[in-house]
């Protein structure tokens, strides 16, 4: 089994800033890629952005030039910087893994979700 566990959500105002964490723990024999999506109030879930093993990363349109995702291999950890906020970002946020738990098996796994608040 595989464990996510996110940290560092909170209410912030617009223009502030706030860093998401998200560290995988258990049976990981390889992580493929890694994923923050986000659901706000009456709205669908989205990937808001996703970084795979060979470093590749996509942001949706709305958040580049504000957010970065980055990693940290050697602690199965991902980060999201968000900067410049905007009330539009508030939502539940959560984080995907792709691992692999042996050479041949891997499957998708969810953190339980960070609020994130943004006042205006």
């Known amino acids: 089994q595989v464990q996510l566990v996110e940290s560092g959500g909170g209410l912030v105002q617009a223009g502030e800033s706030l860093r998401l964490s998200c560290t995988a723990s258990?049976?990981?024999?390889?992580?493929?890629?890694m994923a923050w999506y986000r659901q706000g109030p009456g709205k669908q879930r989205e990937l808001v952005a996703s970084?795979?093993?060979?470093?590749?990363?996509e942001y949706v349109e709305s958040v580049k030039g504000r957010f970065t995702i980055s990693r940290e291999n050697a602690k199965n950890t991902v980060y999201l910087q968000m900067t410049s906020l905007k009330p539009e970002d508030t939502a539940v946020y959560s984080c995907?893994?792709?691992?692999?738990?042996?050479?041949?098996?891997?499957?998708?796994?969810w953190g339980q979700g960070t609020q994130v608040t943004v006042s205006s």
């Open positions: 970084i795979n093993a060979g470093g590749g990363i």
């Open positions: 995907n893994g792709r691992i692999y738990e042996t050479p041949s098996t891997w499957r998708d796994y």
């Open positions: 258990g049976s990981i024999f390889r992580i493929i890629s």
